[in-house]
C-alpha cells in the first residue's frame, strides 16, 4: 500500500510542478530561436529598440557555437573578421556554455556587466545567435553589429 501511494503522490507531483525542457531535450533550432526572442524580449521590456537578425552575423554566431563545442570549451572569436566579412562599423559578442535554458543563458548574460552592456546597447541594430552541443552541454553565442 506504502508503494501505491508513493507513486500515486510522485505522478501528481509531476503534473502539478511542469519542468522546462533541458538543453539536451530542446534541439538547437529551437534553443537558438528561443535565445534570439528572449534577447529581443529583454530589451524591448527597456523599451530599446528590437534587434533584427543578419544572415552574415549568423554564419558567424552559428560557426563559433561549432568551434566551441568541438574544442569543448567557451571563447572569442576574432571580432576584427566578422566586422570586416559582414561590414559593420561596430560588433560584440556574448559567449557562454552549461546553460539548460535559454532563458537561463539571457539571465546570466544581464547580471554580467559586460554582457549586460552588449545585449542591451542602443549602438547595435543587429543580432545573430548561435547554439551547439557537446556532450551533454551547450554552448551559445551572441553576435551583435551596426551596419
Known sequence: MRHVIAAFL???ALLVVPTAPQASAMSNTTFDRKLFQQT????AFRDIKKLKHHSCLNRYAHRQAKRMAAERRMFH??????????????????????????????RAW??????????????YTRLATGVAKADGRTYTVQVFGRP
Not at 544581464?110 to 549602438?123: A, D, F, I, V
Open 77 to 106: 572569436q576574432n571580432l576584427g573578421v566578422v566586422l570586416k566579412k559582414c561590414r559593420m562599423s561596430r560588433v560584440g559578442e556574448n559567449v557562454a556554455t552549461g546553460f539548460t535554458s535559454p532563458k537561463a543563458n539571457v
Open 40 to 43: 529581443n524580449t529583454s530589451r
Open 110 to 123: 544581464l547580471k554580467s556587466p559586460g554582457h549586460r552592456r552588449n545585449m542591451l546597447s542602443r549602438g
Open 10 to 12: 510522485t505522478a501528481l
